[in-house]
Structures are given as C-alpha cells and as structure tokens.
C-alpha cells in the first residue's frame, strides 16, 4: 500500500522533472533504480520498494527542487519589473472612439506606424484585428523576446526611452510602468526625470516625437493634469488587460493640437460619461476652505468612513466612527478613517446620513472619473475605487457649510 502511495503521491510530476537528477543528486544512485522503486518492480525475486527513510529523502529533495522553482519565478518577476512590461491580453482597440481617432487622421492606412516598446508585438495583433489596412510599422525593444506574435515587422532591440527612434506618424503602444517609489523600494534604476511615474516620461517623450498617439496607461493619469492640450480622449478599460497585473489602464488618445481648450471625451468602457470639463464642475473644490478643522485618522473620531470600495460594489460610505476598532487606526490608513472634529451639538446620524447623500450626488455626476481607480474590478464591471482625504474633506466642508451655515 505504501509503494501505491508513493508513486501515485509523484505521479503528476513525474513529466516535468528528472528523475536522473533526483537519483544522483538526493539518492547518490542510479536512475533506473529509482524507476523501479517508483513502480514496485520484482527483478530476480528482490521487491523494490522506498524506506520510509528513502520517502523521507525524496520528501526532502522535492523540497529542495521547489525552492529552486519559486526563486527562479522571482528572478523572472523581477526581470519583469526590471523592464516594466506587463504584456496585453484583451483588445482595447474594439471600441468607437478608437475608431473615431484613428479615421481622423489624414490618409491613416498611408502613414508610418511606431511601436517603441513592442514586447511580444501584441498591439500590433490587436490593431490589424480592428484595421488590416495598417502595414507599416517598426517595432522596437530593450530586450526583444522570444515570441513574436507578427513576424513579418521584427522587433528592433534598442532602449527607447534613451534613444527614441523619429520619422513616425503614428504611435501605438503600451509603455512601461513603473513609479519612483516603486522603483526606490525595490532597489531598480530609474531615470533621472521629474515624472514620478515611468509612463509619464515615456508619454512625455513620445508627444515630443510624434503627432499621433494611442497608449494603454495607468487610469490614474485621467486625473494627473498632464498632456490635456493634446488629449482627444480617454477610455476607461474596465476589463483585465493583463496575465499579471490588475493594474487599473486606460486607453488615452492624442492629437496634434486640442482645439477645445485642453477638454476631452471620457469613455468608461463603452458608456459616454461625457466632457472632462463639464464632470469637473462637479469635483467640490470650491469647498477647499472651512473655519471646521478636521483631523483625519484621529482614533477616537465620531464619523468613520469606508474608503474603498469592495468586489460588490460601490460600498465607500460614512458610518459612526464607533464602529472602526481605534487600535486599527494609524497614521497611514487610507482604506478606512476615523474623523475628529464634528462641532458640538449637531446630530451625528443626521450628519452622516447628509454626507452620505452627497457622497452619492458627487459619484452619480462625475462617474467616478476623479476618484483613484483601485485593483480589482467590481461585480457591476466597473473599477473599484478609493476616495481621498481631500474629497471627504470636501463633502464634509459642503454639508457642514449647506446644513449648519451659522456654525
């Protein structure tokens, strides 16, 4: 029985080790002794079986070999993060305003085409699948991969971001990430530019090379300020784009010049929120001052607030501050606070009950455009989302100044 167990304990590895290696190298003997141990062979009247010793040195030994297997899987993410890649699996492409862009410009299936950080080529696969008609592109990479999923455009190994090619048109990309934190805690280099995020810099050079450009990057860039005068329009793509990364993205579109004032189409997948600047008449600024001052993450606040919203939902809201245990609170928490400084005689509940339809006027106008998108998609396909200290400071300031004016 135990023999049975053996084998059927190692079967489903067997195809993908060697059983020569685990012989010599745990075992000091031959592969075929191994072998018949494995399958109870009886060769001249002798049973070969595993010891509960020999059990304890194969236990021993695949052990080792998987120490070996996941340090090799974090030499390869770190590979990954070294050259910032995450590679692209859903089409983003598939989509009107896309199209739009892409028509727009002047003899588009007759222009020269650049992909600077072209991996395995995937957006190039995913442009011809939307429009044949492209076939002029250069590909270019740091360290070119193995895979190309188009062979007919090779892709040309050269670091991009130091020595980015000119005489394009078009650029179709997906630019690296990569933050400056990021980069610092994990002991990488990072080039020496003002960004504090990889893809801005990559951004920066590209606009500085090239009239048109389409790029998948951080969503949080809708909100970054930069770039507006060439901006056409951004997509919001709430779906998974990548094998290993849950990396919230957005597809931003740009043009020569902006001729409306650095405004903008925002798409979040395939619904219209509308103008940039008209969502932004709802972003509570004005609200910024107030005579109240409020201390955030102060452990013993009455109103407490759920900061981030959960799989199923969009569940950030206000709450007695009671129900947040004060241990967990620290100087550093973002996913849920405690907040002191409610002035004296004003009803809690009333309180919270205001701010928490305020809260919902402001995600219902803007679409949660300014709101941080977080990891993860919710049940409704949408972005889970992070509201900052500023906006509930706003909200706040806005019922406090709306409900309560002589206070």
Same mark, same amino acid.
């Given at each position: 029985?135990?023999?049975?167990?053996?084998?059927?304990?190692?079967?489903?590895?067997?195809?993908?080790?060697?059983?020569?290696?685990?012989?010599?190298?745990?075992?000091?003997?031959?592969?075929?002794?191994?072998?018949?141990?494995?399958?109870?062979?009886?060769?001249?009247?002798?049973?070969?079986?595993?010891?509960? &010793?020999?059990?304890?040195?194969?236990?021993? &030994?695949?052990?080792?070999?998987?120490?070996?297997?996941?340090?090799?899987?974090?030499?390869?993410?770190?590979?990954?993060?070294?050259?910032?890649?995450?590679?692209?699996?859903?089409?983003?492409?598939?989509?009107?305003?896309?199209?739009?862009?892409?028509?727009?410009?002047?003899?588009?299936?007759?222009?020269?085409?650049?992909?600077?950080?072209?991996?395995?080529?995937?957006? @190039?696969?995913?442009?011809?699948?939307?429009?044949?008609?492209?076939?002029?592109?250069?590909?270019?990479?740091?360290?070119?991969?193995?895979?190309?999923?188009?062979?007919?455009?090779?892709?040309?190994?050269?670091?991009?971001?130091?020595?980015?090619?000119?005489?394009?048109?078009?650029?179709?990309?997906?630019?690296?990430?990569?933050?400056?934190?990021?980069?610092?805690?994990?002991?990488?280099?990072?080039?020496?530019?003002?960004?504090?995020?990889?893809?801005?810099?990559?951004?920066?050079?590209?606009?500085?090379?090239?009239?048109?450009?389409?790029?998948?990057?951080?969503?949080?860039?809708?909100?970054? &300020?930069?770039?507006?005068?060439?901006?056409?329009?951004?997509?919001?793509?709430?779906?998974?784009?990548?094998?290993?990364?849950?990396?919230?993205?957005?597809?931003?579109?740009? @043009?020569?010049?902006?001729?409306?004032?650095?405004?903008?189409?925002?798409?979040?997948?395939?619904?219209?929120? &509308?103008?940039?600047?008209?969502?932004?008449?709802?972003?509570?600024?004005?609200?910024?001052?107030?005579?109240?001052?409020?201390?955030?993450?102060?452990?013993?606040?009455?109103?407490?607030?759920?900061?981030?919203?959960?799989?199923?939902?969009?569940?950030?809201?206000?709450?007695?501050?009671?129900?947040?245990?004060?241990?967990?609170?620290?100087?550093?928490?973002?996913?849920?606070?405690?907040?002191?400084?409610?002035?004296?005689? @004003?009803?809690?509940?009333?309180?919270?009950?205001?701010?928490?339809?305020?809260?919902?006027?402001?995600?219902?106008?803007?679409?949660? @455009?300014?709101?941080?998108?977080?990891?993860?998609?919710?049940?409704?396909?949408?972005?889970?989302?992070?509201?900052?200290?500023?906006?509930?400071?706003?909200?706040?300031?806005?019922?406090?100044?709306?409900?309560?004016?002589?206070?």
């Amino acid at each position: 029985m135990k023999k049975n167990r053996v084998k059927k304990a190692i079967e489903p590895i067997l195809p993908a080790i060697s059983l020569a290696y685990i012989a010599q190298q745990y075992f000091g003997k031959s592969r075929q002794n191994i072998y018949q141990k494995i399958n109870n062979l009886t060769i001249n009247g002798t049973e070969y079986n595993f010891s509960d &010793g020999e059990i304890d040195v194969m236990i021993n &030994g695949l052990k080792d070999i998987n120490r070996n297997i996941t340090k090799s899987i974090g030499m390869l993410q770190h590979t990954k993060r070294i050259r910032a890649k995450h590679y692209t699996n859903n089409n983003p492409f598939n989509h009107q305003m896309f199209k739009e862009w892409l028509y727009q410009i002047p003899n588009h299936h007759k222009l020269k085409y650049l992909e600077p950080f072209a991996g395995s080529n995937n957006i @190039i696969q995913l442009a011809q699948d939307i429009n044949n008609n492209i076939n002029d592109w250069s590909c270019y990479d740091i360290e070119p991969p193995i895979t190309n999923n188009v062979p007919q455009y090779k892709i040309i190994k050269r670091d991009t971001i130091k020595s980015f090619p000119s005489g394009y048109d078009v650029i179709i990309t997906n630019p690296p990430y990569l933050g400056k934190s990021s980069a610092s805690r994990r002991k990488l280099n990072f080039p020496d530019t003002h960004y504090d995020d990889l893809y801005k810099l990559c951004l920066d050079i590209m606009l500085n090379n090239c009239p048109y450009v389409a790029a998948i990057i951080p969503e949080s860039f809708i909100t970054s &300020g930069l770039f507006h005068n060439r901006l056409f329009g951004v997509i919001s793509l709430n779906s998974k784009m990548f094998n290993d990364t849950d990396c919230p993205v957005c597809l931003g579109l740009f @043009i020569p010049n902006n001729q409306d004032n650095g405004d903008f189409k925002v798409y979040i997948g395939d619904d219209y929120v &509308g103008m940039y600047n008209d969502s932004k008449q709802y972003d509570l600024s004005e609200y910024v001052k107030s005579n109240n001052n409020w201390v955030f993450n102060d452990s013993q606040g009455s109103i407490g607030v759920k900061c981030v919203d959960s799989q199923k939902g969009a569940d950030i809201y206000f709450h007695r501050g009671e129900i947040i245990d004060p241990n967990k609170i620290k100087v550093s928490s973002r996913a849920f606070t405690r907040i002191g400084g409610l002035p004296e005689n @004003i009803d809690l509940d009333r309180f919270i009950a205001e701010c928490n339809k305020e809260l919902g006027l402001y995600r219902d106008n803007t679409k949660d @455009i300014f709101m941080t998108s977080f990891k993860g998609l919710r049940k409704d396909g949408k972005y889970r989302r992070r509201i900052d200290f500023k906006t509930i400071r706003y909200i706040l300031n806005k019922v406090l100044k709306r409900q309560y004016p002589n206070i």
